[in-house]
């Protein structure tokens, strides 16, 4: 009756409403109300690396720190969260290249739904979270270590 389903198909019965197939998943305070890395880290969810292949992903354990010359908290990139369901092509190198200080970041790029927002504020978390972006403190001791970041 929704005009988008099949009413002959026999999966039909096996959907889901979205909010009762969240509900099942730990609960966050925005987007669509899912701590998604909570999930990942809790085993909830369990992402494949490929649809028909057994394959493990490729996961890389590096912080980066970016947007250490400006005003607001500095910028904490985790690349863990990320590729535990993200393969690196989906952002090296078309969208981030990997040596330091080889992209320019712009916020007003960001909201414009580039960088960091081809992904936030549509499929991840949304932008108005700001310090879950901007999450290091300037006067971090983290700061202080020998290349922690540009
Ligand atoms: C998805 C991650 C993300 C979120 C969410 C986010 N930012 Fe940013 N923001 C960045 C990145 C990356 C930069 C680095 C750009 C640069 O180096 O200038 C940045 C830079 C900035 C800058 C310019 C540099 C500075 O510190 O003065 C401002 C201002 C800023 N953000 C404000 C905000 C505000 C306000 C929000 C919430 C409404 C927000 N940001 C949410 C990632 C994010
Ligand atoms: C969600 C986007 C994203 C994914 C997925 C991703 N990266 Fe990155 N990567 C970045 C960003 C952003 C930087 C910071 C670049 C900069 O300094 O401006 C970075 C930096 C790097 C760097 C240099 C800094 C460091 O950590 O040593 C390497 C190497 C790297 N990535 C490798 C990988 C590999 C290998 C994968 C897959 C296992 C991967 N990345 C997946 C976004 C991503
Ligand atoms: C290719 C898609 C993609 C891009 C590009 C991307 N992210 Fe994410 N990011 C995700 C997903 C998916 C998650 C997990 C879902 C969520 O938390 O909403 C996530 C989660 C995060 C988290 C939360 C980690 C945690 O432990 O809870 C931070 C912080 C973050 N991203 C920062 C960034 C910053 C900064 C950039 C840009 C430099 C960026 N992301 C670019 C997809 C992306």
Redesign the pocket.
């Known amino acids: 009756m929704d005009g988008v389903h099949d009413p002959k198909s026999p999966a039909l019965g096996l959907l889901q409403e979205p909010g009762e197939a969240l509900s099942k998943l730990p609960p966050d305070t925005a987007?669509n109300q899912v701590?998604?890395?909570r999930a990942l880290e809790e085993g909830t969810i369990e992402p494949r690396a490929t649809l028909f292949r057994q394959a493990p992903m490729e996961v890389r354990d590096t912080d980066v720190l970016?947007n250490l010359k400006g005003s607001t908290p500095v910028?904490?990139?985790?690349h863990k969260?990320?590729t535990r369901?993200?393969a690196c092509s989906?952002?090296h190198d078309q969208?981030?290249k990997k040596e330091p200080g080889s992209n320019v970041?712009s916020m007003e790029r960001?909201l414009q739904g580039e960088?960091?927002g081809?992904?936030?504020g549509a499929?991840?978390?949304p932008l108005t979270e700001c310090n879950?972006?901007h999450?290091v403190p300037r006067r971090s001791p983290a700061l202080a270590a020998p290349g922690a970041g540009r």
């Open positions: 987007g701590a998604w890395v970016l910028v904490r990139f985790p969260p990320h369901w993200l989906n952002c969208l981030f970041y960001i960088q960091c081809v992904c936030h499929v991840a978390f879950r972006c999450s």
